[in-house]
């Protein structure tokens, strides 16, 4: 019964949409509990459907749309997880905008515009088919536009929201390619289709890899990855997350914590059986995600504003995820699950670690670590909700990020000793760098003494109410939901048969490979592997304390990397990004070339151009005199036009012509 | 009654004098003038037939005619006054500001 009402958890935000926009204005708080609302809805028709379709039952719904194209919904256990996520934790976040944004002005365009975003990322979620999946997709990479660039009258807002949009633009370019590839592919098989089945719908697409040319594949999966690293913010197209931090702390919890950057690991999932069957497509994935989590780890460590180091930590966390997927090329479909399972619980502790750090920013009005400090003392519910944030994100025992990163970690194992021990190599070093910088941001702000002066006040319960409900899920998920959610992810690509050791042979992954991991769960791993991730979390938060807690503090970081030592200014400068693709590249390369453009475009092109239309205008400017303007001449002309015809036509009569 | 003829003279000999004035004359009133003499000479043409040949269509139509060229007279004066504010003069080749 919830099922028939499936399109409402889209229909309702994008209500929420229209009314905010046009109403807003006349209601308390910019009408930021219609989005509430809406979003709110979308969370019970979710829990309906789970608690009608659990454990192994799949809704699809479907409608024709226009040529070879359908829109429709396919809500599978895949889908029903991100939704339920999504409309849980941007409910929260909606809550809290209701403070957080209290007093802005624009505050009726915000619920708007988080009404719209909340819409197309859950209808992405649940399309049933890849271009529908496309067009929510862009609506997403819209909205993340506005958003970003919320406080547009701020240059470097203005800015960073051009920067969010092109970059992705790159990646969705790649993305249509893919899908136009697949088209094609799919076409060129000539599938006998039955009514209410389509090219485009996944379990079509499911159906019909196996036939499909494997270099082929590679294209599409690698075109489909592409629109992926652009969306989730992975190397080279990391770059636009950080600088989206120009946006209000809602919008960074919102799209990068829950919602957008999410989307293209959920791709990455959705069309795992394409990229297990695409010969070194799980590779490429495997290997974007491991460099990525470790390379944005590395920068995290340096950047002193809050929101910077949380937004390279949330880079460095997709990239955990696009490496949990990577493995699957040793695992099989179970890193679906094991991928999926770390993006739910980090939505989970990374809105909380955003909403807290907004928390902080909005009594303490600076974004900059070094002037904070102590801010404990007066922010108990904050300091306390953060935490357990941060110890989620650590990975410290028994809470959701414990569970989550571990499970990746493992499975990074087992694809090292089946095929190559980097990824893992890159994932434990990232992981070791995510204790550490998590816990130098949060002994730096809410430890030691007072920096400047700020604002002393906890923020309203509006606020904090969400930060508790969150702290629950960010302790407790991982633990509670770790086997179910495990079983029931796994069952995901069963709904279609899709056979993955078929697909293996396509894709160059052993068989035995499947096998060694059935039976191989944990119990190929040593000892000192097992023991690893408790070391790597315990000792990880406990050498940030040496360094940056007062209270047990040793050492000074400037004992270990000096001013100008060239590691620290690498790490400060990003790896010179801004310098290679702003300073050299935009500026010396693309200006460079534009320059020339340019000049061959004046010279030649409208050169050309501007000649003939002068030597146009010149010969009018003789023409045009014949126009004399005086009504006498005009008069004269027609009188002797007349007589002229009445003496041909009276010759004319006289020969005899008429 | 007057031979037609005699009515088709008169509006030749009148419609030649307007044409005449309108070729020559710079003065924007005599213009005016000319026109009117245009029209009137096409008026009795028009009545003329009319009578000649029974029917009374012509003259009907020459009260028309007669209508419009009040109307356009009213316009065209109206015009002129406007000119004559703006420039002081009705000399129509002194006024060439839309013109090269």
Redesign the interface.
Known sequence: MYADYAYLIVALPVLAFVLCLFVGWHLPRGGGFITVLATLGGLIISLGILKETYPNQIVHQSMHWFADFNVGILIDPLALVMLLMVTFVVTLIHTYANGYMNGDPGAARYFAEAGLFTAAMLGLVYSDNLLQLFIFWELVGLCSYLLIGFWYRKPSAASAAKKAFLTTRVGDVLFLAGIILLYNNLAALNIPLKPGEYLLQFPVIYANIAQIPPAQLTLIALGILGGAIGKSGQFPLHVWLPDAMEGPTTVSAMIHAATMVTAGVYLVARMFPLFYAAPHGLTAVAAVGAFTALFAATMGLTAFDIKRVLAFSTVSQLGFMMAGLGVGAAVGAAAVGVSIFHLIGHSFFKALLFLCAGSVIHAVNTNDMREMGAVGKYMKWTMYTMLVGSLSLAGFPLFTGFFTKDEIIAKAYEYGVMINFLPYIFLVAAAVLTAIYTFRMWFCVFTGKERSNYGHHESPWVMVGPLVILAVFAFGFGMAAQHDFYSYLDTNFEHYSVNFDELGVIGGHAAEGHEAAGEGEGAGEPWYIKLLPYIISIGGILLAGLFYWDKIKRFDPSQVTGENDPLRRTLLKGYYQHEIFTAWFAETVVYGTSLICNMIDIKLVDGWLNWLSAWILGLAENV??I??????NY??AM?LGIVVLVVVITLAMEVGLV | MIPLELNILLASVMFTIG?YG???QKNGVK?MMCIELLLNSANINLVAFSAYQPNVNGQVFALFSIALAAAEAGVGFAILIALYRLYGTID??SI?A???
Do not use: F
């Not at chain 1, 126009?627 to 006498?632: C, P």
């Open positions: 045009r005199k126009q004399t303007g005086v009504i006498q008069v004269s009188l | 044409l309108l070729i020559t213009l129509l080749d060439h839309m013109r090269w």
